[in-house]
């Protein structure tokens, strides 16, 4: 599995960007965002039951995000049009402000290394690339537990002090200084 000090690797798929009509897809790269830290989370498959309520936690928190200059990535390995069928079928996603990209390939799942061993889904993995494209925090769960957003944009407003963040540091606590 890639970690930190990392490159992110390199991708192009097709990702959801839209419910508008003729405007629902657009391919992305590692270069689509450049000079913005990206927030990529993976999650297993489209229409189950954990991931609607992270992707949905991710999309209420889109704006601190970008806020933050970080752009919010979703990937699973679905298609493209698996995953536009769901946001049109779940309450949840339908106003989705950030792309949904299909590793219908399981290409970047399998550069990362998040691929489930038995299952050949990606397990419950978040990546913070800066905006260099290096991977500087990683987080794996398991297919079962979904993750916590807020410590993803914990994590993202620490690392983006590039100082000494203490254990349960938040956004505006004193960084520590070293001696």
């Not at 830290?37 to 889109?62: Q, S, Y």
């Amino acid at each position: 599995m890639l970690t930190v000090g990392d490159r992110f690797p390199q991708y192009s798929l097709e990702a959801v960007v839209s419910l508008e009509k003729g405007k629902e897809f657009q391919k992305l790269t590692e270069k689509s965002h450049e000079g913005k830290w990206k927030i990529v989370f993976l999650w297993p498959m489209d229409f189950t039951f954990v991931c609607p309520t992270e992707i949905a936690a991710f999309g209420k928190k889109n704006r601190d995000f970008e806020d933050r200059d970080a752009q919010v990535l979703g990937v699973s390995t679905d298609t493209h049009f698996v995953h536009l069928a769901w946001r049109k079928n779940h309450p949840d996603l339908l106003d989705l402000p950030f792309p949904m990209l299909a590793d219908t390939k399981r290409e970047l799942s399998t550069a990362l290394g998040v691929l489930h061993k038995t299952d050949g889904v990606p397990l419950r993995a978040t990546f913070i690339v800066d905006p260099e494209g290096v991977i500087r925090h990683v987080n794996v769960n398991d297919l079962s537990v979904g993750r916590n957003v807020d410590e993803v944009l914990r994590n993202l407003d620490a690392l983006q002090t590039d100082e000494l963040c203490p254990c349960n540091w938040q956004k505006g606590d004193d960084t520590l200084k070293a001696a």
